[in-house]
């Protein structure tokens, strides 16, 4: 008995040693740089995104931008006020008020540990749930070193059941064994700087024993896996992967490669081919220049589908056959046909109002051509015309 004593003395002797020599150091300013590289970065992927036109992506990078900066405002502030007006040094409790402090743990925890090579004291929780979500016990261990470090203590689970998604985070608000402390971040400092141990441990345990809904790593909802955007399944890490587009969470079921690049993506960012109906990200699909529907690279040529290629070449065997169907002319029209066509009296030959359906530039031009070659062989004037390219023609009552 007298010797746990002592090595509790030991333990209130060496806080109480931490916390006046840090009382005694002038403050260490240190600039938000990893903040403000973490600004950058998002930016970054945030100009990226709009780049590829993926706006969902961009907005929520923005949004992540926007707190990112409020959060970095509001740490050079802090730091600002800390430079401009020195903080009020508060009362150090005693190495007696602290040994009493550390003797008063055994009724509120399970147990109180503390190890003097390593300069540590802690306590264990009980078996936590929320919600109906079992956690189990945590151990809150304090490094006596550094008790003047905003990071002295480690939150460790004893029985961990971290979240499907992550398994770094074992409570909806501890991270890698570091705890968001929310609200309750001034009152630790504060315990901490005066050297009221109890207070400080009592606050990180009922920390632990809530809920804050509004800022937690895991959603308690999607502690046993994170929800699949397309078919709202809850999924685990190894089960899902990110939509490439707008970077939302699927389940491998619903996850779709695009055809042609093999990316990932969720539902909402894929279409279909008009023709093969494979799926195809926007980036891969293009527009037939005739329908204006989407089809991929395969099947489309010259910038059109199978079908209005196909549309293209009946009508040139439609006009084929009516020019083969056009009935002998005699001498007498024959020359007037050729005088009709000449540069300085442009005239109207009558072509089958059947070939008006459809009017592609490219293939009227082509009629046009053929329509010449075919006067000029039925008048046997193939010189003729040799320097005129401006020929025109009349279908079925218009201008060519």
């Known amino acids: 008995m007298e010797n746990h004593k002592r090595q509790m003395l030991h333990v209130a002797t060496a806080i109480h040693e931490q916390l006046a020599h840090f009382r005694s150091t002038p403050p260490d300013v240190t600039l938000p740089h990893s903040d403000w ?62 040994y009493r402090d550390i003797g008063s743990l055994s009724l509120e925890f399970d147990e109180v540990n503390w190890d003097l090579r390593d300069k540590t004291l802690s306590v264990h929780t009980e078996p936590i749930t929320l919600g109906d979500v079992y956690l189990g016990p945590f151990e809150i261990q304090v490094d006596i ?4 470090d905003h990071g002295c203590y480690r939150i460790i689970a004893h029985d961990p059941r971290p979240a499907a998604s992550n398994s770094s985070v074992t409570h909806p608000h501890v991270q890698d064994e570091q705890l968001c402390e929310g609200e309750g971040k001034s009152p630790i400092r504060r315990a901490l700087r005066e050297g009221r141990i109890a207070d400080f441990l009592l606050i990180v345990a009922n920390l632990l024993s809530t809920y804050n809904s509004s800022s937690p790593f895991v959603a308690l909802d999607d502690w046993d896996g994170t929800r699949c955007a397309d ?18 969470d699927i389940c491998l079921d619903c996850s779709r490669s695009c055809g042609d690049c093999g990316s990932y993506f969720c539902a909402d960012c894929l279409s279909e081919c008009s023709d093969c109906r494979d799926a195809y990200c926007t980036q891969c699909l293009k527009r037939c220049r005739e329908c204006n529907e989407p089809f991929c690279k395969h099947c489309l040529e010259n910038q ?19 020019m083969e169907e056009t009935p002998a002319t005699d001498d007498a029209e024959q020359t007037s046909a050729v005088l009709a066509l000449q540069p300085n009296g442009l005239g109207e030959a009558v072509v089958s109002a059947r070939l008006r359906r459809h009017g592609s530039g490219w293939f ?12 000029r062989r039925a008048t046997g004037q193939t010189g003729l015309h040799a320097g005129h390219r401006g020929l025109r023609g009349r279908v079925g009552g218009r201008l060519l």
């Not at 050079?76 to 009020?88: C, E, I, Q, V």
């Not at 070193?145 to 003047?148: D, N």
């Not at 589908?305 to 040139?316: A, L, P, S, V």
């Not at 082509?366 to 075919?374: S, W």
């Open 145 to 148: 070193r550094k008790m003047s």
């Open 304 to 322: 059109l589908c199978g079908n209005c290629r196909q549309q293209q070449e009946d009508d040139e065997d439609e006009y084929d056959e009516a």
């Open 37 to 98: 590289s973490y600004c950058v970065d998002i930016l970054r992927r945030m100009r990226l995104a709009q780049e590829r036109g993926w706006q969902h992506a961009a907005k929520r990078q923005q949004q992540c931008l926007a707190e990112q900066l409020t959060f970095f405002k509001d740490r050079l502030a802090s730091l600002a006020d800390t430079l401009a007006k020195p903080p009020r040094v508060p009362i150090l409790a005693s190495v007696a008020e602290i």
């Open 231 to 248: 078919c709202g399944t809850l999924t685990t890490e190894d089960d899902r992967c990110g939509c490439d587009r707008c970077g939302g």
């Open 364 to 375: 009227w031009h082509l009629r046009r051509r053929r329509f010449a070659d075919g006067q």
